[in-house]
């Protein structure tokens, strides 16, 4: 299970290994039914903040997203989290869908399943649950939840494994203004912590509240990468223009 912190989110460890980053992305191709999704992406990511992934439905965002976390493996090209393969560096990644999947269990014993699954102190769950608002509905099946305490409890499964990468994939598509703000929430705090986000979505408003960097997709490639403060006023590419516009759809 990927929808995969706290001592405190991002915190160092007693032994930690090398570090995750930087993440160096060569020539990446993803082929799915003979169509080229990935055509040649290069990317690369350093330590600390938050890098949004930007794109026109098709330009393979999610898809990037399972390659990097392990969950496909690329047609051609390379990934490599500070000289490790995807596979090897998935136990110290989180990934967390758009719809979270989650166990048919209480709120609790959904956390505790992760905790135990990662050696984890199970004393932690209590604040896991109270850090993303969930500590009053521990005992509640998890399937009563409402969509944005759902994602809610993805995040705090996440953050239960002490990731290094947090990699969010349109974690508030569908979600109520409210919904939106507390998981931005959860996540800017991750970042605050040390914990490096790769954040997807469509929602141009959310990104620039969020952003440091932004990726922009184009055709299954990188068309542009910069910081967010540069990008948002004046991008350099033509896809990004259009695509802040409202005029590029594909």
Partial sequence: MSDAALSSPGAVRAEAPPPLLPLDVRSLTLQLGGTAILDGVDLSLGAGGCTVLMGPNGAGKSLLLKVLHGLM????????????????????????????????????????????????????????????????????????????????????????????????????????PASVAAIEAIVGTARDAGTRILFVTHDTGQARRIADEVVFLHRGRVAEQGPAARFFPVPASRPARDYLDGRLVV
Wanted: aromatic share 2%; charged share 25%; no cysteine.
């Fill in 73 to 176: 493996a690329p047609s051609g090209g390379t990934v490599s989290w500070n000289g490790a393969a995807p596979r090897a560096a998935t136990p110290r990644q989180a990934l967390v869908f758009q719809k979270p999947v989650l166990l048919r269990r209480s709120v609790a014993a959904n956390l505790d399943f992760v905790l135990r699954a990662r050696g984890k102190d199970r004393d932690r769950r209590a604040g896991l649950l109270d850090h993303v608002g969930l500590g009053h509905k521990a005992r509640q099946p998890a399937r009563l939840l409402s969509g944005g305490e759902q994602q809610r409890l993805a995040l705090a499964r996440a953050l239960a494994t002490d990731p290094e990468v947090l990699l969010l994939d349109e974690p508030t598509a569908s979600l109520d």
